[in-house]
């Protein structure tokens, strides 16, 4: 047999990997052109409050500041959007400010940006901003969060963002009124970090016609129609996104953020080079985390072990705004629970919820890792309920 020049089993020869073996990767972290200014970005330490900044005079006269940027000072920008919203299902966005303005809703919400000429520098003036806070009641978990009395993220809506289903729930109904045995598990997908070896970053320039943003992502394109097109209000072709080398975090480098439209407004503001780079504390506070759900999952069985049914009731933290794909990840997970088995009938309430949090997003596989742990974990407690061996009621169950 004539070998196939592109078969299974072929060898193939990479064409990426010298570069990163010898060193000579080039991330973020490496473009810093001549004249390069440094900005850090002002969060804050409450999981809500509202504040005040009284006083930039200090944080201005340090020397090497250029720049002070505050929610006034860019109140033309839009929002951060959030287009992985569900057909069919009505989900009121709340405004999601580039920078906070009178109020943060979680411990991270930026409400200053800052640029000077060395990063010490840039730093010394975040820390000689003053801002008079005046904490507000807060609340951390779904569960609480859905609790009467729990305090409320926005004032004009409640902690509950939304609430849909997935599957037939009349057919599941059925199937565990006729079920010989039933079985019922409780799931904590917890919260996540990505915590990636080479951190966010952002090099904005601005030619006085363009923008060019150098950042790591998992596509230019979505980081450059948003931030020039929505929150810039700018024509896309105005604005250039290069992605370099990225170290790690693929996911979470998938959206937009802030950093990237402070970045560019301050390149233009000051017709310099400005780079953002995050450090550890910046990325637990200012990135969006993963996961943060809590499942409650039932089976239905025959007296055989056969699955008969399955209701899911799915609750996700959103965290204090919806962030770009946020609102997707639970329900496109939903789909996914019945995993490899021949399940009869499914359901599932999926409900998502404000908390004074960092927003989440999808971390990596967006909701699909959450809905494989949910249901082996079921099927697990479904065998030892039986008395049967994990592999014989998976045999048993799966799809042939």
Known sequence: MAMMKFGFGQPLTRKEDD??????????????PAGTLHAVVLRSPHAHANFRITDLAAAKAI????????????????????????????????????????????????????????????????????????????????????????????????????????????????????????????????????????????????????????LGSQGSHIIRDIICGEVLKKPLDKMRVITPDVGGGFGTKLFPYREYALAAVAARKLRKTVKWAADRADHFVGDAQGRDNVTTARMALAEDGRFLGMDVDLMGNMGAYLST?????????????????????????????FTNTVPVDAYRGAGRPEAAYVVERLVDAAARK????????RRKNFIP
């Open 19 to 32: 570069a990163l073996l010898r060193g000579a990767g080039r991330y973020v972290g490496d473009v810093t």
């Open 63 to 214: 020397k090497g500041v250029r720049l002070v940027l505050t929610g006034d000072d860019i109140a033309d920008l839009g929002p951060m959007p959030t287009p992985g919203v569900l057909e069919g299902v009505a989900i009121d966005v709340p405004f999601y400010p580039v920078l906070a303005r009178g109020v943060v809703r979680h411990v991270g919400d930026a409400v200053a940006f800052v640029v000077a000429d060395t990063l010490d520098q840039v730093k010394d003036a975040a820390d000689a901003i003053v801002i008079d806070w005046q904490p507000l009641p807060h609340v951390i978990g779904a569960i609480e969060a859905l609790k009467k009395g729990a305090p409320q993220v926005w004032p004009d809506r409640p902690n509950l963002s939304f609430e849909t289903s997935d599957g037939d729930e009349a057919a599941t109904k059925a199937a565990f009124a006729r079920a010989a045995r039933t079985v019922k598990t409780t799931i904590v997908n917890q919260r996540l970090v990505t915590n990636y070896m080479d951190t966010r970053g952002v090099v904005a320039e601005y030619d006085g016609e363009r923008y060019t943003l150098t």
């Open 325 to 353: 794909f946020g609102p997707y990840i639970p329900h496109g997970g939903a789909g996914m629970l019945p995993g490899l088995y021949d399940i009869q009938a499914f359901h599932c309430r999926v409900r998502t919820v």
């Open 386 to 393: 039986l008395g049967m061996a994990p592999d014989a009621i």
